[in-house]
């Protein structure tokens, strides 16, 4: 059922770009020839980055990949850019379920790729995964028996994530931590562990 929608959408959207496409060109007095892109494509219709290479100035270290879960979004700031003293140099990829989606057969590829582009065109040398309890990507915290049984269940995720990571990129230094939630006197915060 899932996949009738995600077909529905998708081509709802290239019929939209279609329309976009052919009411810009009918819109614009300008000749094919004359357009200016900021990249070309050469014949083999692949994109030629040279422009984009010759005025970058800064290329990022790390790419961050992290779930979407809001109640995690200040601390993980806190932690990659004053803990590990990254602020300013990394790619952030916040993703619902963060290491699911890499162990997902179904969505492995396409995230691969995605990072991959990140890893290639940004110079990437380092990545950090980041996963938390009660996450809904593991069906909540109702999902286990225990706090401690979440907690390795998802320490043993992020480590097939390192290794998956590890293989399709394997220059990379891999990082992992693990977010809880922490109630102390009626004020809520994260901890995070790093996961060796």
Same mark, same amino acid.
């Given at each position: 059922?899932?996949?009738?929608? /995600?077909f ?11 329309s ?19 990249? %070309? +494509? ?10 984009f290479?010759?005025?970058k ?6 790419? /961050? ?5 809001? =109640? ?21 990829f ?5 290491? *699911? ?13 995605e ?8 110079h ?28 390795? %269940?998802?320490r043993?995720?992020? *480590?097939?994530? =390192? +290794?998956?990571?590890?293989? +399709?990129?394997?220059?990379?230094? /891999?990082?992992?931590?693990y977010? *809880? ?6 004020? *809520? ?8």
């Open positions: 059922m899932k996949k009738k929608y /995600v529905i959408a998708a081509m709802l959207f290239m019929i939209f770009q279609c976009f496409v052919n009411n810009s060109a009918i819109a614009s007095n300008e000749s094919e020839s004359e357009k200016v892109l900021p990249f %070309t +494509r050469n014949k083999s219709r692949d994109i030629n980055y040279e422009h290479f010759k005025e100035k800064h290329w990022c270290s790390t790419m /961050v990949i992290n779930c979407s879960d809001f =109640r995690f979004a200040k601390a993980t700031q806190g932690l990659i850019n004053e803990r590990m003293g990254l602020k300013g140099d990394y790619d952030y916040s993703i619902p379920g963060s290491i *699911r989606n890499i162990l997902n057969k179904e969505t492995i590829k396409l995230v691969m790729e990072f991959g582009i990140s890893v290639l065109l940004h990437v040398k380092c990545v950090v995964i980041i996963a938390h309890e009660d996450c809904i990507g593991y069906g909540g915290r109702e999902t286990f028996s225990s706090h401690e049984e979440e907690f390795k %269940t998802i043993k995720d992020l *480590r097939k994530a =390192r +290794r998956i990571m590890r293989l +399709r990129f394997r220059d990379l230094e /891999v990082y992992l931590f977010g *809880r939630l922490i109630n102390r006197e009626g004020k *809520r915060s994260v901890e995070y562990e790093q996961i060796l």
